[in-house]
């Protein structure tokens, strides 16, 4: 038997010229560039209020959802942990780093307590990640549910040591290449970049042999013995769910379930209904500390939105 009847013949590449590379620019979207263009030019087209207010948060907030995505998404895995990893990293970084009260910070400089908050909140999120892959569906839920409220509990009653429920105030920003990264459009590209670099990172992973083995511990999940065929065919499914939680702290550190930038977009509507609620509810002539009832009633029009949109799909597939 000939060498070429053992592989099937590639189709070749229609939109590049014989002996040239297929053109990256190709399969780049017109949506995605024109989204990023508008990214970019930000600056230009809004305000401060804006940059920071809406812009830097959706940013910062759909990290964080990002984490909970990658999980819930790859693998299938629901961690009610994801904002305490958040705030345990910011923790650190007060406490390493300078911050208005002095007596509880050490004073090191940005680029050596950034790099230990992101350490410390990624082996917290580890541990307690080894913790919840060794059970399944409610009760892992449950685990990370646990965690996070003695997390929160500690806090609040060890008030020398974490300041209570305000936290530590008045952390200072790094000031380096002669810019402060605090100001509205230092911060908003700072937060962009990093957003960005989270998005793409689990865009890659989602299509690496890492993440398809994740996928295929997490598909099917009525049939509870899936885990079990992935493991028969060689891959050891504790250890890879534990290297999601590893990557999935990491993310939140820093700041549609199976789409990355679902998080986004729900952070950006989370955001602009935080912002404009209470000033919204005040035109209506009703009381403005209401404002978190029209929060939940946006979160759950949402969610209606999409869980119908979903049973379309699969009514479509069928």
Request: charged content about 10%; some cysteine.
């Amino acid at each position: 038997m000939a060498m070429a009847d053992l592989h099937p013949a590639r189709t070749p590449d229609k939109t590049a010229a014989p002996g040239v590379a297929p053109n990256w620019a190709a399969r780049v979207e017109p949506g995605a560039a024109l989204l990023a263009i508008v990214l970019l030019l930000m600056p230009a087209l809004a305000n401060e209020f804006i940059l920071f207010q809406i812009c830097s948060w959706a940013f910062i907030l759909g990290t964080i959802a990002l984490s909970l995505m990658f999980l819930a998404g790859y693998d299938g895995m629901v961690s009610l942990l994801q904002m305490t990893v958040a705030g345990f990293a910011g923790n650190k970084l007060a406490i390493f780093g300078v911050s208005g009260i002095g007596g509880l910070s050490l004073g090191w400089p940005w680029w050596l307590a950034a790099p230990m908050a992101l350490c410390l909140a990624t082996l917290f999120g580890t541990i307690s990640g080894a913790l919840a892959v060794r059970t399944e569906g409610i009760y892992a839920i449950m685990i990370t549910l646990a965690i996070a409220s003695a997390v929160f509990y500690f806090s609040n009653q060890n008030y020398a040591n974490f300041n209570g429920h305000t936290g530590i105030n008045s952390v200072a920003t790094p000031h380096f290449l002669g810019i402060d990264w605090r100001q509205p459009t230092p911060f908003y590209y700072r937060t962009l970049f990093v957003a960005a670099a989270c998005y793409f990172a689990v865009s890659y992973v989602a299509r690496a042999p890492f993440g398809l083995a994740l996928q295929g511990v997490r598909d099917n999940p009525r049939r509870r013995d899936n885990p079990r065929r992935m493991a028969a065919l060689g891959f050891n499914v504790t250890a890879h769910r534990g290297a999601a939680y590893v990557l999935a702290s990491f993310i939140a550190a820093l700041g549609g379930v199976n789409r990355p930038i679902g998080p986004f977009i729900g952070a950006l509507i989370y955001v602009v209904l935080r912002t404009f609620a209470l000033d919204f509810l005040v035109a209506l002539g009703l009381d403005g500390n209401r404002f978190r009832l029209l929060i939940g009633l946006g979160s759950l029009a949402t969610v209606f939105f999409l869980a119908r949109r979903r049973r379309r799909s699969l009514a479509a597939l069928a």
